[in-house]
């Protein structure tokens, strides 16, 4: 009987890691995003998990799609919950500079 304790408290208190550890993260980061996605609003240019940047034509958050021009002439449909994130101009050139420009990670870390 004592064994029977002890494993089911090992058990319950893996169990307990794993939630916090894994399930806990990413609960949380899919409310942020669902939050995100709720402030958009057309005209506002975003990235997209494949990395297209676009404008938001028209979007039914209820539905979970938006209409995104990419080009003139291309409108395409795609799931709210691909948008990543804003499109900032001078964020993405310094990502991109990070690793070929020495001291170029301290100016990522200072605009968050």
Known sequence: M??????SIVIILLLAGYWSLVIFPKQRTFKKHNQYVRTLGVGDEVITYGGIIGQIISMDVDSGVAEVKIAEGVIVRMLTASLSRPYLPEDVSVNARIGIEPGIEAQAERRG
Do not use: L, P, S, T
């Open 2 to 7: 004592q064994e029977f304790v002890a494993f």
